[in-house]
Structure formats: structure tokens, C-alpha cells
């Protein structure tokens, strides 16, 4: 056996015995899943999915008739030049949130590393929250800037953290908008009103609130009025496809195609998935029933479990709900329980949500059965009442 051999089987030897491995899936998880609907009579549930709207699984060959384009970017954007579908494309998602301009990132794990890297030069500090997710993490441990964990969603914490860093260089407060593991976020308004008046600067991740929240879906931010200096959004979510986008500033614009490392030295985005996605968030913004159908579900979700004893933080209200176990093996054993009822659902554990916190995060969608939200409710009482 190979050193690496060896190496990777004794980390994964630790990890099992910390009940945090992950087996890798060749999707019989969902084929299961989708079997023991069959052989209930039931239609399979997908809770898992940050598809809110349920375009990913949409096929777009209708619409795709129309010329689509070259699948392969061929190069990064500095190398190879700029496909028009991708100048379109970033046309239509800064118009969408009100930005003077937006840039394609191939992830929204790019976008942020790439975002905060840029940003984040020696002698500035940023601020992020203790729950922003692992993508801004990375950001803020490939910049060079003083880092400062703020607890989570503390307005007086970070007001106190940003006055005793007073005149020490550019400060950037980051925030996910919808926090992708508790479906809770910030007052926006109060964190610009917090950031105008201490001169920092606000960065926010609207992964989880892009096409969910606001009129035609264009965030949280739009919802509130509130014009962060930079919005990171994400195309892999509730759009439907794959990519990121940061939107900004012109300056901004050209600063990161300048010094954001995971969009200079990466392959662009591809043309042809650029197109679709201009299909998809034409799509998105005009799903205004499909957002009311996910708040109606996400309700009625939350009043379910709260009427048999589960406690579901209200949240934003969103299509988050997570539903908090505590130990790894127990996650696992709700989601195994809710997997034999049909039911897709992802056992969420450290490193993902802190230690002790391990839950079931489940997202509803508009593409649930009709049924989904009684189904679904009923599944996890029992599965928790099994589990103890
Ligand atoms: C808040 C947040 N930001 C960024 C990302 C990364 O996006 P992507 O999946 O496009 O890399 C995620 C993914 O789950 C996320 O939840």
C-alpha cells in the first residue's frame, strides 16, 4: 500500500470514528429513496435541494432549439477573450439586483474565494459572520487581511468590533443574506445604516435568497432597498444551473478581473451554459406563483412541525428548515428513516454546522407533490420518536 494509501485510510479511519464521514454516493441514496416511494405508492420527495423553484431537473431542449452555443470557454476570460452570452448574461444578473455591473464566476465557492481574495489586502480586516458558510471561510483564509469572527446575526458585537478597529485600514463586513444551514439572516437595513455610519464596507452572499425572496425573486437586498457594495450570487441554486456571479461597481468589476485568483487562473464559464442560464433566470424572475407556492409549503411545513412537538426556528420563513438533532449518528439515522418513506433529506454534521448541531436541514420546493408537506411532517415525528 501506497504511503497516500495509507495516509487516507487512517483520516478516514478518524472521521468514521468521529461519525463524520461521508460515503461517497454513486446516487443509490436517491434511487432508494425513489424505490421505497414506488413501493409505497407515494411520489418520491426531494428535500435535499437548493432547487426552490424547481428548474434544474426542467428541460430546456424547447428553448435550447434556439442557438445555444460553443459548450467549451476554451480558456479563462484574460486569455481567451469574452463569448457574448456571457457579456449577456452578466447584463441581465446585474440588472436583475439593481448592480451597475456584474462578473461570472464559475461557482459561488469561486466567487466568494475570489471576492475576499481580491479585497482583502494586508493591513485591511474583515468581519465575518461565525455561520457564513465555508466558501467565505477559505476567502478569508486566502486573504491577507486581519479576520474577525462575529457571532452570528450580533449587530451590537460587530458594531463593537468595528469601532475598536477604528482607522486601522478598509474594513469589509461579510454576510450570507439567508443563511444556508438555519434559513435566518440579518436586518439588512440596520447592518448598511451600521456600516454607512463606521465606514466599513458591506459584502453580501445572497446564494440562498436569490429567485426566493423579493419581487421577480431579486433578493433580499432588493427586497429591502438596501445596496450592499458588493452581492455575491449564485446560478446552482434557485436559478437552476451552475456559476456565480459578484455584482458591484464598475471598479469593483475591474478589480476582480484583475485580482480574483479563482477568475483569473480558471477555465471562463461555458457559453452554452451561459445561455441557458439567461433562459433560466428569465424564468426565475417571472416564477412569482412558484415563490408563493414555496412560502405557502414553507409555512404550512413549519406549522406542522410545531403543532407535534418539533421545534423549526421560524427563520426568514423561508424554504430552509432545519430540524435540530444534535448527534452525527442520530442525523443519520432520521435521514435513513426519512429515506424508507421516500424522502430525500441530507443529515447536516460538523464541520458544515458547529459541534453538537448536527440536523436535518430539509428545503421545500415547488416541485414537491401536492402531498409533500403532510408527507414530510409525518415522516420526520415518527423518524425522531424512533430515534429518540
Ligand atoms: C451561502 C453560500 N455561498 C456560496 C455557496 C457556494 O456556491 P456554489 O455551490 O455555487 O459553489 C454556497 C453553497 O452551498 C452557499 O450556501
Redesign the pocket.
Known sequence: MSALDRFAERRLRDLAEAGLLRRSDDGSRRRAAEQAAARLGTRFVDASS?DYLGLAGQDVSRETRVQVGAPGAGASRLIHGTRSSLVDLEAQLAAWVGAPSALLFT????A?VGLLSAVGIAGSTIFSDRLN?A??VDGCRLARADVEVVPHLDLAALEAALERSRGKGERWVIT?SCF?MDGDGPDLMALRGLCDRLGASLLV?E??ALGVFGEKGAGRCVAAGVVPDAL?G?L?KAVGT???FVAGSAALRELLWNQARSFVFSTATSPLLASVTLLHVERLKAADDGRGLVAARARSLREHLIRRGVEVPQGLGGPIVPVLVGGNDEAIRVARELESKGILAQAIRPPTVPVGSARIRLTVSANWPDDGVERVAGAVVDALMRVG
Open positions: 437548493n461557482s459561488g465557492y469561486a466568494n458558510h466558501s467565505i450570507e444556508s452572499d446564494a440562498h455575491v449564485t446552482g451552475q456559476g456565480a
